[in-house]
């Protein structure tokens, strides 16, 4: 069974700093590709960032490029989210979410993701 575990949300004031952290098991190839999702307060949710498990990166959201980086640990079966710069409008409840198996981020949006974490907040305030 997939288990994706978000950890790291937290208040923190416009242009400061987070961390968030994805632990993830289960999967039965070394083969997926995990993105972060956002849904703020009344929106929608939208993507944010995925890597795949060969170590590509895309970004779904240009409002994050330049702020926002993904990377992984394979050895600790951790993907992390940092964010910089953070902003009132980045507020919301961030997700981890996955697609195995696969070996890249996919090009369509919204993206087809068959797993998916229970989220943590993040709220920056002004």
């Known amino acids: 069974e997939v288990q994706l575990v978000e950890s790291g949300g937290g208040l923190v004031q416009a242009g400061g700093s987070l961390r968030l952290s994805c632990v993830f098991s289960?999967?039965?190839?070394?083969?997926?590709?995990i993105g972060w999702f956002r849904q703020a307060p009344g929106k929608e949710r939208e993507g944010v960032l995925c890597i795949s498990s060969r170590g590509v990166n895309l970004t779904y959201t240009d409002s994050v490029k330049g702020r926002f980086t993904i990377s992984s640990d394979k050895a600790k079966n951790t993907v992390y989210l940092q964010m910089d710069d953070l902003r009132p409008d980045d507020t919301a409840v961030y997700y981890c979410?996955?697609?195995?198996?696969?070996?890249?981020?996919?090009?369509?949006?919204?993206?087809?993701?068959?797993?998916w974490g229970k989220g943590t907040l993040v709220t920056v305030s002004s």
């Open positions: 289960g999967f039965t190839f070394d083969a997926y590709a």
């Open positions: 979410a996955a697609d195995s198996p696969i070996t890249y981020c996919s090009n369509a949006y919204p993206p087809t993701m068959d797993y």
